[in-house]
Every structure is written in C-alpha cells, then in structure tokens.
C-alpha cells in the first residue's frame, strides 16, 4: 500500500500553490491540510506545526513519516520520487533552465512580497498600504522583466516555460502571475507569460490547484497573504 501524502497548506500562498500544480500534474491523490496563515496570530507559529517546519512557514509535506519543505525541493522529491510525467526535462542543460526559472520566481520574486515581509512592514516600519503595495509591485515587474525575455527570446520556450508539457517552471509562474494581478500589475506588458499562464489555466492540475478551489478559501480574506 502506497504511503499518504499530507500537504499542508494555505488558499493563498504561493509557495503552497505550486505544490498543488506539481501533485497534480503527477497525478498523485494527497490529504491537504489547512495553516490559516492569519488567524489565531497564524497557524504556522503553533507549537504542533512549528515541530514540523521550524521556519513557520508553508508548504510542508509528509510522505509517510518523513517531512519535506520548501517548495522547489519538493516538487524535485516529487519528480524524482514519481518519474512518470516528469516536472523536469531529461537533459542537464534543459534541467538546468527550468530550474533557472524556477529559482527567478522562487527565490528573486516571491520573498520579497510573501506574509512575513508584508507583515513587517506594516507592524514594526508602520508602512502605509499604498507604499507597501508599491513595493509588491515594483520586485515583480524587476523579475518579470527578466524572466519575459527569458522566455521571449529563447526557442526552447513553447506553449509553456520550457515546450509543449508544462513542468516545474510554470509551475512557479502561474502562481506568482495570480499575485501579480492580486496588486495590480499590468500584465500586458509581459505578453509571452500571460501567454503562458493562460495555457496553464486550461489544464485541470492547474485549475484545481487555483487558491479559490481550495477547501480552506473563504468568501473574502482581507489580509494580504
């Protein structure tokens, strides 16, 4: 008997939101399991979460007893664990793109304007909304920039990030594409990723990955996640 797969997760992180896109297009079944990232001062900061992952933060999954976290290792564990429909792509070279793209998204873009951040801001900097929001924007377009020509310019790159079977790349895009138009970005401005995430969001991994399929997403969420 196959060990479960547990992902505890939140509607709207990002983070989290890709390992959703990479369990579902690996078609693998898994208990997800609801950190409301806001409520009762976060439910990542409880003891009983924070044994699992001591940086308070999500995605983490359980396969059986182990414990995996951060997203990028992850959807690695996942592609090298459940070959079939591969994340990555074969050769080295192409292996070592995608996980370029990735890592713009995953390390470049995202952790500047996740919770944590946002939250610093506003409690101990007391930064007002429109200049923190302002900032939000101002690191995703700087990553956008990049990654649009990256895509724009570069034969290899196909109905998604990297030829005709979406994978790892686009599984961090669509994502940070979702947050992008949550502060306001114009994504006109990036034609080959809108291009891209619109692929995507054809494809049911990526539709029931979405943060309003989730069973923890409410009516309305005030708090910017």
């Known amino acids: 008997m196959a060990e479960l797969l547990r992902l505890y997760s939140y509607w709207r992180s990002s983070a989290a939101y890709r390992v959703r896109i990479g369990l579902n297009l690996k078609g693998l079944s898994y208990d997800l399991i609801p950190v409301h990232l806001v409520r009762d001062g976060g439910q990542q900061h409880h003891d009983e979460y924070a044994q699992l992952n001591p940086q308070h933060l999500v995605p983490t999954l359980m396969h059986g007893g182990r414990v995996m976290r951060q997203s990028l290792a992850i959807l690695e ?3 090298e664990s ?3 429909r591969p994340l990555l792509p074969a050769s080295a070279r192409d292996r070592a793109r995608v996980r370029a793209l990735s ?3 995953g390390s470049d873009i995202h952790p500047l304007n996740n919770l944590r951040v946002l939250r610093f801001f506003e409690e101990e900097w007391m930064v007002p909304a429109v200049e923190r929001d302002a900032w939000v ?4 377009v700087e990553g956008f920039r990049a990654m649009e020509t990256l895509l724009a310019d570069d034969l290899v790159t ?4 990297h030829g005709e079977a979406p994978g ?3 599984a961090c895009l669509v994502p940070q594409v979702y947050n992008a138009r949550r502060f306001g970005v114009d994504m006109s401005a ?3 990723i809108a291009r891209i995430e619109q692929a995507c969001l054809q494809l049911p991994a990526f539709r029931q990955a979405s943060p309003e399929q989730q069973p923890d997403a409410p009516q309305a969420e005030p708090a910017r996640a």
Do not use: F, K, S
């Open 77 to 79: 564990y996942l592609d």
């Open 82 to 84: 459940w070959p079939e």
């Open 103 to 105: 890592q713009l998204v």
């Open 137 to 140: 924007r101002h690191w995703i």
């Open 158 to 161: 196909g109905t998604y990030c």
């Open 168 to 170: 790892m790349a686009d």
């Open 190 to 192: 990036y034609p080959t």
